[in-house]
């Protein structure tokens, strides 16, 4: 494990050292990500400065919702690039590569290609998050420091998860994955507002086939120390994000089912 | 105990068959119909360690499929397979870790990073101590000279480079066994020499057991003393390069150099085969008549410069071969 995580580091230094190369497009990367997540947000403060609130929602609190995703994302982000290419790596052969290497074949995609451009992403989203808690009344205490830690850690599994579904079903198909693009993509936006403003079948869609809201909305309440307007208890908000870590745990086994297949049919 | 052993190993991939024009992209979406082909076929042999073998046949035949069945990619359909006492497919990662493999047509360095970057990576993929590592980088280097290469970016190096360094990169963690794929296409001929003479030694002196597939006759002319043939995933002919010519033909060829331009040789027991100028490639049957006798009457007959008898090119009977078995 150990040796799995350094041999990361060393990937990730490489794959830095080959963006280094080409800095203005690095620099500018970064930066095209920072503008292009800021005006997203502009968006929302546009709407709250006409709206004022969005049902119960204060802007402060939906920028913490936002910022909080944002950072979980920007991890998963940097790191999930390689399972979106999970087609082409097979088409040119590059996946028997990694099969070729002693090494566990997600550690390798994982290693693929770590994207700095996220950093532009991460900042905003910290900044954000920062921003919203000097408005909020949030009473940090180690329990709800530690939780947050936790929120934005399986948070950013639970999205690795997503991009590893993706990636399994290239060895299946090609065709579908622009839908499926939906899912993520489109879940993680959706993930970026409460959930309680959503109408009951897609709240849950994002609880129960896709945990998407245990990882943002249940331990996010907890945090700011709202009761739920769906009615959820304390303790099933603390518990909740370790549903997205087991949701990333499923799509690992569902990976070495896909891997099973690819290996016994080679296409 | 054999170091490489395949027991009828049995491989079919299932095709979907296209349609033709749009309505049959469209059909194939809704219902896709699917045709199995046997890419292997009762695959069976033995590879004793420090062997050096030619794997030969035509495109589609089989000899990647085998590879990769060999290297823990493919999982066949049924059959055994052992290298090391290891089931490859079982085993994959340890298995991995005790093959090298080079694909001619693809390179395994990082195409944007300086070539020693590449080979440090590899030494963490594959778990090299950093004493082990040194010694087999330099040794490599030393074999094949590829100092001079160690701070170029793999994209700027020429082809010839380009699979100096992947024969290196695939032996840095001193596996017991290389799978060698067209490991000279597309070399200029100065390159095709030194990458046959460094497969060569590390043979000869490191026993590493190596399978080699490819399509130039000169790599196994020059290599290999064991040719296994294979087509339509079967096992064709398996033995020496000598065995497998006296069985396919046992033909020579004459190759005369005459005096005169003008003239022809006609005798009954050779047959004419080609002219250039005044050289002229005739063949015969030494079961039919003795070489040495051959000779001396066509020296008495005409006035010859120069004579010598040749094998027919390893080429032909491949091709002979791929011809008696309905191959391409």
Known sequence: ?267 | MSHIRLENIVKTFRIARRRPGLWGAFHGVLRREYRTIKALDRVSFELERGELVGYIGPNGAGKSTTVKVLSGILVPDSGRCEIDGRVPWRDRIANAANIGVVFGQRTQLWWDLPVIESFDLLRDIYRVGSGDYARARDELAALMDLEPLYDVPVRQLSLGQRMRCDLAAALLHAPSVLFLDEPTIGLDAVSKLAVRGFIKRLNRERGVTVVLTTHDMDDIEALCDRVMVIGHGRILSDSTLDDLRARVTRERRLIIDLLDEDQTIADPDVSFVSRSGNRIHLQFDPDRVQTAALISRITAKYAIKDLFVENPPIEEIISRLYDEHELR
């Not at chain 1, 908000?237 to 997205?244: I, V």
């Open chain 1, 1 to 267: 494990m150990m040796n799995a995580f350094a041999l990361y580091i060393n990937y990730a230094t490489l794959s830095l050292r080959g963006q280094m190369q080409y800095r203005v497009s690095f620099i500018l990367g970064t930066l095209g990500q920072l503008l292009g997540t800021g005006v997203e947000f502009v968006g929302i403060l546009a709407l709250f400065d006409r709206f004022e609130s969005l049902s119960q929602w204060s802007l402060a609190e939906v920028a913490f919702f936002y910022g909080l995703v944002n950072v979980a994302f920007a991890f998963t982000d940097s790191l999930s690039r390689g399972f979106d290419h999970v087609g082409d790596l097979v088409r040119t052969g590059e996946f028997d590569r990694m099969l070729l290497r002693p090494r566990s074949t997600v550690l390798q995609l994982i290693g693929k290609e770590f994207t700095l451009k996220r950093l532009g992403r991460f900042l905003q989203g910290g900044g954000v998050l920062i921003w919203s808690t000097l408005y909020l009344d949030i009473a940090w205490s180690p329990w709800v420091m530690a939780l947050t830690a936790v929120t934005v850690f399986c948070g950013a599994c639970f999205f690795l998860g997503l991009f590893i579904n993706i990636g399994t079903l290239s060895f299946w198909t090609t065709e579908t994955l622009e839908l499926m693009n939906v899912l993520t993509y489109g879940g993680i936006e959706a993930s970026k507002y409460p959930l309680a403003i959503y109408r009951p079948w897609f709240r849950r869609f994002f609880t129960m086939v896709i945990p998407m809201g245990c990882v943002t909305y249940f331990p996010v309440l907890a945090i700011l120390g709202r009761t739920d307007p769906l009615g959820t208890s304390l303790a099933f908000q603390y518990a909740a994000p370790l549903f997205g870590l087991l949701y990333f745990i499923l799509s690992l086994l569902i990976w070495r089912l896909g891997l099973r297949y690819y290996r016994s049919t080679g296409s």
